[in-house]
């Protein structure tokens, strides 16, 4: 129930392509789906978030699609470039019992 | 400017020796967490303080305690730490409001067991 399954563990996009994340989730008491990027020896950062009552949103290059009746959410990178080589987690969070609950991570190489 | 500082960033410790890890915030923020991250995994919750209330995870072993003295402090006591416990350690805060629930993360602290 409180699982927050990812995938791919690990993708590798040319430059100028789109990476694609995608994350699925049990627990329909979760109110808020952040994903967080993270450098190698860095915390991670959040990057873009989502709450169930929109579909889509859309900041920059990355947008996050949101599916409530499947329980699913991902994230789109467009035109990826070489800078957004990262480990990308997604989690999700019950905004009542601040716990935020992380995917297993997606490693991203972007090649130049 | 660093809002959630963690110190130090590298520790070392003998296997067994008591180790404390520091955690401060400048958000005035309600929520502190405590995770803890393996090599190429996700950051596995071990507890959180929301204000002066603990919540400690189920599965977060004994081992692994922790003190929030004020709103801008938390601290991570091991008491005996194990090879297993090596890690990175990361410290988190967030408002806890239900209206936003954003983490902010520190640096993270590597922990060596010898």
């Known amino acids: 129930q409180q699982q927050v399954k990812q995938s791919p563990q690990s993708l590798i996009v040319q430059k100028g392509g789109i990476s694609i994340i995608n994350c699925a989730y049990e627990n329909t008491a979760f109110d808020y789906f952040p994903w967080y990027q993270q450098f190698p020896g860095k915390g991670p950062a959040l990057l873009i978030a989502i709450r169930p009552d929109v579909s889509e949103k859309k900041e920059g290059r990355f947008t996050i699609s949101f599916n409530k009746s499947a329980k699913q959410f991902s994230l789109h990178i467009m035109d990826s470039q070489p800078g957004d080589s990262a480990t990308y987690f997604c989690a999700a969070s019950n905004s009542s019992a601040s716990k935020i609950i992380f995917g297993s991570g997606t490693r991203l190489s972007i090649r130049p | 400017d660093a809002m959630v500082i963690q110190n130090p960033r590298y520790q070392v410790t003998q296997f067994g020796k008591p180790v404390t890890l520091s955690c401060s915030q400048t958000l005035n923020h309600n929520v502190m967490y405590w995770y803890q991250q393996k090599s190429s995994q996700a950051p596995k919750l071990l507890f959180h303080y929301y204000d002066k209330d603990f919540n400690n995870e189920a599965d977060t072993p004994d081992n692994f305690q922790s003190r929030r003295p004020n709103t801008s402090f938390c601290f991570l006591d091991i008491r005996s730490p194990g090879l297993g416990d090596a890690a990175m350690y990361l410290c988190?805060?967030?408002?806890?409001?239900?209206?936003?629930?954003?983490?902010?993360f520190g640096q993270g602290t590597r922990l060596t067991v010898v």
């Open positions: 988190a805060t967030s408002r806890g409001a239900a209206s936003n629930t954003e983490a902010f």
